[in-house]
């Protein structure tokens, strides 16, 4: 068996292994059953896998064995159903069940920032690598896939070596993930690359063995998948280095769009003019209020803090201003919204009070019900905070941005929330938004002002029905 190091063009088959099981494929258990681990175990049914997720999480678990896939992913909801139907796929809450059941096992669980906002915690990946440890009887690959601070998977191996019988010989692999939410079906589906940091042919085979339905898949529809071994650091790196890449595309445009607002130009053509250029490329240069989410702006923190703490600290000194430029994104909406509404700023910050602000978007993009670090739901809290009185629709997002922030106002549909408005205030570009009907939303406003946070609208058509309008660094 060759083993290519490191590899970045496709390859041809390289597994001949048998997993411990004795089943043709290795069956995968997926712990951490969240954005992450659901998808991959309910596609990784879909590819074919015994498949069983694990979380300590029993509502989540009894959700997902009924059919309910707990977040909203386009077209995940059908592919859990079929394949739940077809015996492939079920969720428990029992590691001892887990342990016995895979030969390969993924490791989901979350690593949000810490407390000290900074570093990465990685409290949940040693309760979930200790538990499953404890429980393993016969040889397994424990496979990490969440977004960790280099060195992570040299400290994993420590623990299981501290947890299981040496006799066993469990393996670790690091194996990174790359989905974006909004389009996971298909990313887990047809990645554009698979990355695993391996220490011997056995957990190379075993992977190889645990991603050849993602091949097979790739060979039928005539593509290719590029795989890249690689060593543990490797791995871990090429996460945080990728999402640390787009952050910094994204601050790096909406550093043109500052400058744009001062310059008078517009960071819309600019982008789509330097975009031309296919070194540049014309992906992730949308200005606007910046990046938000489960994953870059704590990765790229985390990263950072890792980075001092190996003493390149100087290395990544960039990305604290990529996060600043980033964050200024939102006071900008703010700054916007006081502009359109005649109110002066002072030391404190404007003063909103008395103005009833529509905000349309909760989430951190569209097409998904995540709230977390989202940019539009803390403008909303911003707007609050001057003191208008901020009321909220967002088509998917309403349940979890409630129990975020209970201090706003949800509305039950689009036209309520702006019903009444001073100014209407579009923070997550959803569809529904992009194509709403200014001549329509303006006879229900008291004000026909819009603040465009996300570059979505069409500025010339908002004008034209009557409407003052803002977007981020264009006129
Ligand atoms: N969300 C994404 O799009 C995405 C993409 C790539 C990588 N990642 C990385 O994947 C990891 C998970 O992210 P997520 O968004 O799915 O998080 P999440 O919070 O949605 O899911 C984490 C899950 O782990 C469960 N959990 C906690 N402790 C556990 C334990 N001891 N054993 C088993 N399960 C446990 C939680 O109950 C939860 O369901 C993070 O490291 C993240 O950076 C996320
Ligand atoms: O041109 C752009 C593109 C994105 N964004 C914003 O950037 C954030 C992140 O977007 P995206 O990267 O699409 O979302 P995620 O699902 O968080 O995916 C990122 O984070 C994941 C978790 O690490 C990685 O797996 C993905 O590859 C990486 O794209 C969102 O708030 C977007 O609104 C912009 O402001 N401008």
Redesign the pocket.
């Given at each position: 068996m060759t083993i290519p190091y490191p590899n970045s063009q496709p390859v041809t088959p390289i597994a001949t292994v048998t997993p411990p099981s004795g089943a043709a494929r290795p069956r995968v258990t997926f712990?951490?059953?969240?954005?992450?681990?659901a998808t991959y175990a309910i596609c990784y049914a879909e590819l074919g896998y015994e498949v069983l997720g694990?979380?300590?999480?029993a509502d989540?678990i009894a959700m997902l064995n009924a059919g309910q896939v707990p977040i909203h992913e386009p077209g995940l909801d059908e592919l859990l159903r079929r394949n739940l139907a077809a015996g492939r796929l079920r969720f428990s809450t029992d590691i001892a069940e887990t342990a016995d059941f895979g030969d390969v096992h993924f490791i989901?669980?979350?690593?949000p920032q810490r407390a000290d906002g900074m570093g990465a915690d990685l409290s949940?990946v040693e309760?979930?690598v200790t538990?499953l440890a404890q429980h393993l009887t016969r040889k397994a690959l424990i496979v990490g896939?969440?977004?960790?601070p280099v060195g992570t998977a040299e400290w994993v191996e420590q623990l299981v070596g501290k947890h299981t019988p040496a006799d066993l010989g469990v393996e670790v692999a690091w194996s990174p993930?790359?989905?974006?939410?909004g389009f996971?079906v298909d990313d887990v589906l047809r990645p554009n690359r698979i990355v695993v940091g391996v220490k011997s042919e056995w957990a190379n085979g075993m992977l190889y063995a645990a991603h050849k339905g993602v091949f097979d898949l790739a060979a039928t529809e005539d593509r290719e998948v590029p795989l890249v071994v690689t060593d543990f650091a490797t791995a871990e790196l090429v996460k945080v280095a990728a999402n640390a890449f787009l952050a910094t595309k994204i601050s790096f445009i909406n550093a043109m769009a500052e400058v744009c607002e001062v310059a008078g130009g517009d960071v819309t053509q600019l982008a789509r003019a330097i975009g031309f250029d296919p070194r540049i490329g014309n992906r992730f240069l949308q200005a606007g209020l910046g990046f938000g989410g489960?994953?870059l702006p704590?990765?790229i923190r985390a990263f950072q803090a890792r980075a001092q703490e190996l003493g390149a600290g100087e290395a990544l000194r960039f990305l604290h201003e990529v996060d600043l430029i980033n964050l200024r994104r939102r006071t900008r909406v703010l700054q916007l919204a006081a502009d359109l509404l005649g109110r002066r700023t002072g030391p404190a910050g404007p003063d909103l009070s008395g103005t009833r602000i529509a905000v349309l978007g909760a989430t951190f993009k569209p097409n998904t019900d995540d709230v977390r670090d989202a940019p539009a739901l803390a403008v909303a809290g911003l707007l609050r905070k001057a003191g208008a009185e901020v009321h909220v629709f967002d088509p998917e997002g309403m349940e979890n941005a409630r129990r975020a922030m209970p201090e706003l106002i949800y509305e039950a549909s689009m036209t309520d929330a702006v019903t009444g408005a001073d100014l209407v205030c579009v923070l997550t570009e959803w569809a529904d938004f992009r194509n709403a009907d200014p001549v329509a939303l303006g006879e229900l406003v008291a004000g026909r002002k819009v603040v465009d946070g996300r570059n979505c609208l069409d500025a010339a058509m908002w004008t034209q029905a009557g409407w003052e309008y803002r977007g981020m660094g264009r006129p």
């Open positions: 712990l951490g059953t969240g954005y992450l681990g694990f979380d300590v999480d989540k989901c669980v979350g690593t949940y309760a979930s538990g896939k969440s977004t960790v993930e790359f989905l974006q939410e996971a489960a994953c704590k990765d």
